[in-house]
């Protein structure tokens, strides 16, 4: 079975730019969730879809990052545009399911993450 | 507030030292899910195990062992007889039942040294 795959692995843009990342789940899993490292920081979470749909955008720093879910299945995420506070590390993690029971299986497998350099 | 703390930034060991990685939590939910995750030098994060809190059983997957306590907010990872290979920065997470993103500390990075 195929992980979480992200692309592109590196990208380095001006400032002003416009870029856009990809997330492909794990087949079937449900939730889509997007994170953030900078630089000497904790991993912050950015967003999270179940299918097609926006759960919980509560992470999202400002409205230069747009994320869709195009059908539920892959993922962008757009910044546009980059301002230098912008670099990092950008992963993308999928679940199956949350469902209510304490036996739920809510982990969250992790892509290999986009490191983005804004210049 | 949520929050998880990983006071050791980097640990130094040498190869078949026993090492204990620490992880303290806060959180007011009595339903959480703790994990730990390994980053190794390739960047991906790993899966390496998820409890809940009411199983406070520890436990033990070949070298790893975690230690889960709720009196102290604890869940602390130990590797046993340590390798080269598991050089690489571990992160402690926390999720509550009622929202469901991982809250995360800010990592330990771990160097074994042949």
């Known amino acids: 079975e195929a992980g979480v795959t992200q692309f592109p692995s590196h990208s380095v843009i001006e400032k002003g730019q416009t870029v856009t990342l990809r997330c492909d789940p794990i087949s079937g899993h449900d939730n889509l969730y997007w994170y953030r490292r900078v630089m000497g920081k904790e991993i912050k979470f950015l967003l999270h879809?179940?299918?097609?749909?926006?759960?919980?955008e509560s992470g999202m720093p400002n409205n230069r990052f747009l994320a869709e879910r195009t059908g539920g299945t892959y993922s962008t995420l757009k910044v546009q545009p980059a301002e230098l506070e912008d670099s990092g590390v950008y992963f993308c993690?999928?679940?199956?399911?949350?469902?209510?029971?304490?036996?739920?299986?809510?982990?969250?497998?992790f892509g290999p993450g986009t490191r983005l350099t804004v210049l | 507030a949520q929050k998880v703390t990983q006071a050791q930034t980097e640990i130094s060991v040498v190869e078949k030292e026993d090492v204990t990685l620490d992880c303290v939590y806060e959180?007011?939910?009595?339903?959480?899910?703790l994990f730990w995750y390994k980053q190794p030098p390739s960047g991906e994060l790993v899966f390496l195990i998820r409890r809940n809190s009411f199983d406070e059983q520890n436990e033990i997957s070949g070298r790893y062992s975690w230690n889960f306590q709720k009196s102290t907010s604890s869940f602390n990872f130990t590797i046993t007889a340590s390798q080269v290979v598991d050089s690489a920065v571990y992160f402690c997470?926390?999720?509550?039942?009622?929202?469901?993103?991982?809250?995360f500390g800010k990592g330990t990075k771990l160097s074994v040294k042949p």
């Open positions: 993690a999928s679940s199956q399911d949350r469902g209510l029971q304490l036996t739920t299986t809510d982990t969250q497998y």
């Open positions: 959180t007011r939910d009595t339903t959480y899910y």
């Open positions: 879809f179940v299918k097609e749909s926006k759960q919980d």
């Open positions: 997470a926390l999720i509550r039942r009622s929202q469901g993103n991982l809250i």
